[in-house]
C-alpha cells in the first residue's frame, strides 16, 4: 500500500478509526473523512501522512468538495473505503415499532450516502482506469437480526450495491467488494448492548469477541493487488458465526 492514496469515510472513530490506522502503518496516505471533523482531526494527527477532511456523506456539495480537497493535496484516490454508517444510538425494535423518520435516516446514511460517495470518488478512478472500492455491510444481512431490520435492511443493500457496480466498473479496472463484519467491539458496540463483551461468542468457530482488528486485514487485502481478480465478492468477517 506504499503511498496509495485511500480514502476512509466514517473514520472519526470505531472501525473507520481502525481501517485508517492500519492502512497507514501500511505506507499509505490516508484521508480521514468523517463528518465530526475534531474526531477526524484526532484521529489523521496519530498518523503518518494523513488529512482530516470534514463530510456529509449524504450532501452531494460536501462530498464534491471532499474529493477535490484530497485531489489538490496528493492528485488521486486509489483506494475508497466505504465505512461510514448510522449504527451508533439506534434502538432495537420490531420492525413495527420503528419510525418512517428513523427508518429513512438509516437508509438515507447506510445506503444512499454510500451511493454518494462512489458518485464522487469513481470517475476519478474511472479516468486513470484503476482502483480499489471496499464497501462495509454486516453479517447481519447473512443471519438476519431480530429488532434490528433497518440496518440489516440496509447493509442488505450494501451487498447488492456491492455486486452491481462491480459488473458497471470492471472494464475500468475498478474492483468493488464488501466486508461483513461480524458484531465487532467498538464504543458503539459497547454503548448498545449490556453483553457486548461476551454477544455471540458461543457461536464462533473462534470463541471469542471480535476487535476492530480482526476486521482491518481483510480490507488491505482488498484494497492490494494480491485480490487484482476479486470482485463482487462479500466476505464474511465474524469468526465462523454464519456457517455453525
Known amino acids: 500500500m506504499k503511498d496509495k492514496i485511500v480514502v476512509v469515510t466514517g473514520a472519526a472513530g470505531g472501525l473507520g478509526k481502525a481501517f485508517a490506522e492500519a492502512f497507514s ?67 432495537r425494535k420490531p420492525f413495527y415499532e420503528i419510525s418512517e423518520k428513523e427508518w429513512d435516516l438509516v437508509m438515507n446514511v447506510n445506503v444512499k450516502g454510500l451511493w454518494m460517495v462512489c458518485k464522487s470518488v469513481v470517475p476519478v478512478m474511472m479516468e486513470k482506469k484503476a482502483g480499489k472500492i471496499v464497501n462495509v455491510a454486516s453479517a447481519t444481512f447473512m443471519s438476519g437480526s431480530p429488532n434490528w431490520s433497518h440496518y ?19 472494464d475500468y479496472n475498478i474492483n468493488v ?8 467491539l467498538t464504543q458503539a458496540s459497547l454503548d448498545l448492548m449490556e453483553n457486548a463483551q461476551q454477544y455471540g461468542v458461543n457461536r464462533g468457530a473462534i470463541k471469542r469477541p471480535s476487535s476492530a482488528e480482526d476486521i482491518v486485514g481483510t480490507a488491505l ?3 492490494s493487488s494480491g485480490s487484482d481478480f476479486v470482485t463482487g465478492q462479500t466476505i464474511v468477517v465474524d469468526g465462523g458465526k454464519q456457517f455453525i
Open 152 to 170: 440489516v435492511a440496509s447493509k442488505g443493500a450494501v451487498i447488492g450495491f456491492t455486486r452491481s457496480i462491480a459488473k458497471e466498473l470492471g
Open 177 to 184: 467488494n464488501a466486508i461483513a463484519p461480524g458484531f465487532t
Open 221 to 223: 487485502y482488498l484494497a
Open 25 to 91: 502503518n501500511a505506507g499509505a496516505k490516508v484521508a480521514v473523512c468523517d463528518k465530526n471533523i475534531e474526531g477526524a482531526k484526532a484521529t489523521a494527527n496519530a498518523l503518518t501522512n494523513a488529512i482530516a477532511v470534514e463530510v456529509d456523506i449524504t450532501n452531494a456539495e460536501s462530498l464534491k468538495q471532499m474529493t477535490q480537497t484530497i485531489l489538490d493535496t496528493w492528485g488521486g484516490i486509489d483506494v475508497l473505503v466505504n465505512n461510514a454508517a448510522v449504527y451508533a444510538g439506534l434502538e
